[in-house]
């Protein structure tokens, strides 16, 4: 299966001393694909800032002027956990950017699957609020995109350890798009009870599916196999967008969940049968992910399991 790469690249001018969420994220993860033999060849594509108007495909304008306004008066935060620089605004919009070029890679039939390496990340940010690292919800904006380009049915499978509550919002009574999260529960932010199943509009369109701490990650692709994969075949999305956070590894610093890159690797193996059965494609888009190792390697057994499938790893 073909895979197209797009990065921003770090972002070094989004940043705040002694944050989590850091311009090293992306860097440690290209540094990593650099230095891996099968995948340094992989296609790349360059993305462009995406317009207002994709903006407010998801977001209300309050929001996007209020981004701007703190970008533009020197930054500061949307809450405590949220920064914003003077170049915030417009890295989020390369950001949210890069996702749409990696629905666009797939739409237009560059790519099977494509991942953007990009920040910062989105799945918290709501229509109306930057929260937790987020500002815009690029997985939301790059599922409009995907409407708008004749792939109506989308699947958003959300694999970072903390639930997407902004997501799940967004779509929450919108029954053309499937959102499934397997999360840490209890954990920040606080939402994602299994009995969360959708709005009267798409009932069961939402399936939160919580694991305590600890959770192995043969346990984690046992719950993905019961409870989403059943989902998803029966929603037959025309395009699969993956919500890709890798702060389930268990070397990350903000959650107690026990994924490997392994089971990274299963994951995308599986999301990869999942497409061609339905006959679509996946976007990936970073969210978390905080250990550099950890991410980097996730990210490269993802792109393996893209790549060649649950049967050959290591290809050669
Ligand atoms: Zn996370």
Redesign the pocket.
Known sequence: MSVILISTGPEPEHSAPGHPERPDRVAAILDHIAGQEDLSSLPRLDPTEADGAAIELVHTSAHAGAVRAMAQRGGGWFDGDTFCGPGSHAAALRSAGAALAAVDAVCDGRSDHAFSISRP?G??ATAGTAM??CIFNNVAIAARHAQLRGRKRIAIIDI???HGNGTEEIFWDDPSVLYTSL?QYPL?PGTGHASAHGGPGALGLNINVPLPSGTSGDEWLDRFEGSVVPAVIAFEPELVLVSA?F??HAADP??TLQLTASTYAALASRVRDLCAEAGSGSAWVL????DLDALGESVAASLRGLVNGGGDPTPG
């Open positions: 990340p799945h918290h937790g690292f970072d350890v903390h999360h920040y956070g702060d389930a903000l959650a969210e978390g992910g905080y």
